[in-house]
């Protein structure tokens, strides 16, 4: 075979040998780069019996023990999967778990000679995914589809999942990694970086407020999924329902609140987070009320009295934590988020403030649509 490469310069022979190994039968025919992650490398297999499934490479210096995410997948697949098959849906609902592939010895994934890891997952057939929200009826949908994934997980003790991302959504440890990287950066201001830093420096108080709830024992820890943002809700193209949660890497013990935040922050801008049309990025309400009512047909069987009075303060507090961790990534020289050019995380980070802004200045108004919803 010629060394034809892939859009992210992997040699296109390396990733047909990689593919091969997880085949379930047939003859790898194509390997094409997939999906717009911020952090692994994913590409979709099609097999000459035209069967499909997904291969990733996963980010090492993100996940630095990747035996454990996987570890940690298997254990949720092994606890979810035999919950599904008892699991009794509302008409025409349908909902599907992805299955780990193994290679022929039996390994949840496969450490290439150059020792990159991978691994490969089953195809949601018939689904899709989206990077913005389409509509009112999307947001339903992701609200329904987060929590019915919460249900299935709801149960999963969190003694049995490893903590695969120490820090993940600890919003003061962002903070004070945030404050290392000032005082050791010489900074080139700009309008747009002095925005940025002083929209930091105006809310010293916000990145406590989970961390905060959770020592004090108002919320505890439980299984959560860790990374709902919105184009990791597969939706069936037929029903337009949601029928997956992917982007399982991030499974493991933390507050479902960091989980509710991220899916609204990332289902209520309709610019979506790509945007460079910063300044008008606004948090819409009905968007919210459409996720929650989603989510709550579901959830309101597990969710506490504390949990309803935190969801507006995680909704703030999640979308102003990502729109930290761009702007420090940014400014450490883009070593976390992959990026498209040196700007990127900027830009990031940019539209994420806005949307902090906008939600501040529509507190009463989001308040009242949880207050309503309860
Ligand atoms: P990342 O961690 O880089 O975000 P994801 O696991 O979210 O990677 O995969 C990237 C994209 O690939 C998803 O947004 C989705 O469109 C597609 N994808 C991933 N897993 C599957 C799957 N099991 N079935 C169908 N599509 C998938
Ligand atoms: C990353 O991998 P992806 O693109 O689904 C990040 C999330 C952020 C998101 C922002 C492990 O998610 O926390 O919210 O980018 N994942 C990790 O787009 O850091
Ligand atoms: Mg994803």
């Known amino acids: 075979m010629t060394d034809n490469f892939t859009a992210n310069n ?6 047909v040998t990689i593919a091969e190994q997880f085949k379930p039968e047939g003859q790898v025919t194509n390997v094409q780069q997939y999906g717009s992650g911020n952090i692994n490398c994913t590409y979709l297999v099609t097999l000459n019996n035209q069967q499909l499934f997904i291969l990733q490479r996963l980010n090492t210096q993100v996940f630095r023990q990747p035996r454990l995410v996987m570890d940690n997948i298997c254990t949720l697949s092994n606890f979810v999967r035999p919950r599904l098959e008892n699991f009794t849906f509302p008409a025409n609902r349908r909902w599907i778990f992805p299955l780990v592939l193994s290679t022929p010895n039996k390994q949840h994934h496969l ?31 992701i609200g329904y589809g ?18 695969t991302l120490e820090g993940f959504h600890i919003t003061p440890g962002y903070l004070e990694h945030y404050k290392a990287v000032i005082a050791e950066t010489k900074i080139k201001k700009s ?4 925005y940025c830093l002083k929209f930091i420096g105006d809310r010293p108080d916000l990145p406590y407020i989970l961390e905060n709830a959770k020592a004090s024992g108002k919320l505890k820890l439980r299984t959560i999924h860790g990374d709902p943002k919105i184009n990791n809700f597969m939706i069936d193209c037929s029903t337009n329902q949601a029928v997956a949660m ?10 479902i609140h960091y989980d509710i935040g991220d899916c609204l922050r990332s289902g209520c801008n309709r610019l979506g987070e790509e945007t460079d049309l910063w300044e008008e990025v606004t948090f819409e309400p009905e968007l919210a009320q459409a996720i929650l009512q989603g989510y709550l047909q579901i959830a309101q069987a597990f969710l506490t009295e504390n949990d309803y ?21 940014y400014l450490e020289g883009n070593v976390y988020f992959n990026v498209n050019h040196a700007q990127h995380n900027l830009a990031r980070a940019l ?13 009463a108004v989001i308040r009242k649509i949880i207050h309503d919803l309860r």
């Open 10 to 15: 992997q040699p296109l022979h390396h990733l």
């Open 111 to 141: 450490i290439a000679q150059d020792g990159s890891f991978w691994r490969a997952m089953s195809f949601i057939d018939n689904s899709q995914s989206f990077d913005t929200i389409q509509d009112i009826h999307h947001g339903q949908e």
């Open 146 to 163: 987060l929590g019915m994934f919460h249900e299935l997980i709801n149960d999963l003790p969190i003694e049995q999942l490893a903590d």
């Open 191 to 194: 309008p747009e970086i002095n």
């Open 246 to 255: 992917i982007d399982l890497d991030t499974v493991k013990p933390g507050l």
């Open 309 to 329: 009075d935190y969801i507006y303060d995680s909704i703030r507090l999640l979308v102003f934590e990502l729109g930290l961790r761009f702007f420090t990534d």
């Open 351 to 363: 539209v994420q403030f806005k949307l902090t802004e906008s939600i501040e200045a529509q507190e």
